[in-house]
């Protein structure tokens, strides 16, 4: 299957700093990214899906100014959280699509933590 | 919106046989697909359902009835790694949208 690389695969910051998480999809063209949360022992929830060069789409009660999505490329999607405070500690796994086929492949997820 | 309900756990035997249902409402529907995932670990792909039937992959197969709503995920011959969460996540091409159900623990004795 394809390959969808997530980094960082932890990190632990400060409450009120800012912290970038990169998806590359290394052997596709993503088409469509998703982005999703998970706290322990539960299920994905979604909380936007990005097209390449447009703006993102946002689940209903998910920040656009606090989580901020950006898919400059086919290859790249960022999620920026910002001015992160404790409760946003938790897994963000995102996902890729190639425009041509249905499935979309996961990242390794990224563990966040906020002190 | 969508609804997808699925069992929160169960548990089986090693060797024994397993079926997870999952059944969803939803305005739209392009397919159907279940995901394993181990504790801490990104989901990995395991089926994917858009017409009514049985597929079946190796100790795994995967059953939808879009007239029903409804899907299931078979696991036979279970074995101790077959410990995980599995998820159900129904396709919908306008919006392009994937969404997930909440999750079947399954814990596998020996």
């Known amino acids: 299957g394809a390959v969808v690389s997530q980094h960082p695969s932890r990190v632990i910051c400060k409450s009120g700093t800012s912290v970038k998480i990169e998806c590359r999809s290394l052997?596709?063209?993503?088409?469509?990214m998703f982005w999703y949360r998970q706290f322990p022992k539960q299920s994905l929830m979604l909380m936007a899906t990005?097209?390449?060069?447009?703006?993102?789409?946002?689940e209903q009660g998910v920040e656009k100014d606090k989580f901020l999505i950006n898919h400059a490329s086919l290859t790249l999607s960022t999620l920026t959280v910002t001015s992160a405070h404790p409760e946003d500690s938790s897994f963000y796994i995102c996902?890729?699509?190639?425009?041509?086929?249905?499935?979309?492949?996961f990242g390794q997820g990224t563990r966040l933590t906020v002190v | 919106g969508q609804n997808i309900d699925q069992p929160t756990e169960m548990t089986a035997t090693e060797g024994a046989i397993v079926q997870i249902n999952c059944t969803y409402q939803?305005?739209?529907?392009?397919?159907l697909f279940w995901y394993q995932q181990h504790a801490g670990e990104a989901p990995t792909f395991l089926s994917y359902?858009?017409?009514?039937g049985l597929e079946e992959k190796g100790r795994f197969s995967s059953f939808l009835s879009r007239s029903k709503g409804y899907s299931y995920l078979l696991l036979k011959e279970l074995q101790m790694k077959d410990s995980a969460s599995y998820l159900c996540?129904?396709?919908?091409?306008?919006?392009?949208?994937?969404?997930f159900g909440g999750g079947t623990r399954v814990l596998v004795k020996p």
């Open positions: 990005s097209n390449e060069g447009s703006k993102a789409t946002y």
């Open positions: 359902n858009v017409l009514d």
């Open positions: 996540a129904v396709y919908k091409a306008a919006g392009n949208k994937l969404t």
């Open positions: 996902s890729a699509r190639d425009g041509r086929i249905t499935e979309a492949f």
């Open positions: 052997d596709f063209q993503a088409t469509t």
């Open positions: 939803t305005s739209g529907f392009n397919g």
